[in-house]
């Protein structure tokens, strides 16, 4: 039950694009179709913003996008908005009804 | 619309024993499996334990395995966590989540802060 891998810190200026990281190994990330990603504000309940790699909710905006490859998947936000800076976490299923985040990534929007 | 609102978190001394609470409302609680997730300060989400929709199977997290237990009353609309020999690398906010069809937590609560000290 390893911590997933994401970078401690990405930051974008408004309008620009940032990818987030998320490593995991066969036994998760690349295990299964089942990473979902969360925004967390401070203070706040945590959001899900993916689910199934590359599914949005309704009412998150379609500038948040997924992707998966190997055991690596990312999150992808486009036209950043100051709204966006948070932290982001991704998460996996990893069998036997079990699952594991990854340590977490703090967006700056500069 | 869902919402999950956790309660019974406060401070006990190293070894001590709390129970969290989480009330449900806004969704067909027995229908979903449930989740407790922490996050201790300046640190990221823990996954920690998961409980089936009818409570006939209970998942946890190595970290509190053989300390934590995970309940749930449907007939209640609520979710439990026992936590007992607690540790001071347990203090943590302690969330609730709904799990969504997806292998997702689609809706989480506020948390509760749990302060393990002597």
């Known amino acids: 039950q390893s911590a997933l891998t994401q970078p401690r810190s990405v930051s974008g200026s408004p309008g620009q694009s940032v990818t987030i990281s998320c490593t995991g190994t066969?036994?998760?990330?690349?295990?299964?179709?089942?990473v979902s990603w969360y925004q967390h504000h401070p203070g706040k309940a945590p959001k899900l913003m993916i689910y199934?790699?590359?599914k949005r909710p309704s009412g998150v905006p379609a500038r948040f996008s997924g992707s998966e490859s190997g055991n690596t998947a990312s999150l992808t936000i486009s036209g950043l908005q100051t709204e966006d800076e948070a932290d982001y976490y991704c998460?996996?299923?990893?069998?036997?009804?079990?699952?594991?985040f990854g340590g977490g990534t703090k967006l700056t929007v500069l | 619309q869902v919402h999950l609102v956790e309660s019974g978190g406060g401070v006990v001394q190293p070894g001590g024993s709390l129970r969290l609470s989480c009330a449900a409302s806004?969704?067909?609680?027995?229908?979903?499996?449930m989740h407790w997730v922490r996050q201790a300060p300046g640190k990221g989400l823990e996954w920690m334990a998961s409980?089936?929709?009818?409570?006939?199977?209970?998942y946890y997290a190595d970290s509190v395995k053989g300390r934590f237990t995970i309940s749930r009353d449907n007939s209640k609309n609520t979710l439990y966590l026992q936590m007992n020999s607690l540790r001071a690398e347990d203090t943590a906010v302690y969330y609730c989540?709904?799990?969504?069809?997806?292998?997702?937590?689609?809706?989480w609560g506020q948390g509760t802060l749990v302060t393990v000290s002597s």
């Open positions: 998460c996996s299923y990893a069998g036997s009804y079990t699952w594991v």
């Open positions: 989540a709904k799990e969504g069809a997806n292998r997702d937590l689609d809706y």
């Open positions: 806004g969704f067909t609680f027995s229908n979903y499996g």
């Open positions: 409980i089936r929709y009818d409570g006939s199977n209970k």
């Open positions: 199934d790699v590359n």
């Open positions: 066969s036994s998760d990330v690349g295990g299964y179709n089942y």
